[in-house]
């Protein structure tokens, strides 16, 4: 009988121990309309979706999906999280010819309204001649009601948005 308590006790404290804690940051989901900057190509605009995802998000870490779409329909894939007001962010980048780069970006979220967020984006694309680097200001999008529906849909959904291909590794010599 004895062993049966202590057994129990442990599981019940193991369940406890590893049970995460329930989402409470701010939820940062949505469409951001920015205007960039960018030290090789110059002005650009963008469109940015976050998406919070739901399964890895815990007490004040937020952890969202990050989608970019350009003015010519490119989109990339990538993730983001956040820490009170700082947003880290890191997504692939394909060019035409299939070469993948990465970019790293760090944020800050400020409220624009009572839903409505906006942040300032700086990052650093590295690249075979050093790199370059930009800035991106992001306002969250007052939605339609068919683009709050969608973007709902696609936050309940299971399947994660497919990364940018990365080219196989030659094997060495």
Not at 25 to 50: H, M, Q, R, W
Not at 113 to 139: A, H, L, N, Q
Request: a positive charge; charged letters at 25%.
């Amino acid at each position: 009988m004895k062993k049966i308590v202590i057994v129990s006790a442990m599981l019940a404290f193991s369940s406890v121990a590893f049970a995460k804690p329930t989402f409470t940051g701010n939820n940062y989901t949505g469409l951001y309309e920015c205007k960039g900057e960018n030290s090789s190509i110059g002005a650009y605009d963008v469109v940015v979706a976050l998406r919070l995802n739901r399964v890895s998000s815990h007490g004040k870490f937020g952890a969202y999906y990050y989608e970019t779409e350009t003015v010519n329909s490119t989109v990339y894939h990538g993730q983001a999280v956040a820490d009170g007001n700082r947003l880290a962010i890191s997504f692939n980048i394909r060019d035409k010819k299939n070469n993948v780069d990465h970019s790293t970006g760090i944020a800050t979220i400020k409220k624009i309204g009572k839903d409505r967020w906006s942040f300032r984006k700086e990052y650093f694309e590295p690249d075979d001649s050093g790199g370059s680097y930009g800035t991106e200001d992001c306002v969250m999008k007052v939605l339609t009601a068919e683009e709050k529906k969608a973007m709902e849909h696609k936050t309940q959904e299971k399947a994660v948005p497919k990364p940018a291909a990365v080219a196989p590794r030659s094997k060495p010599q």
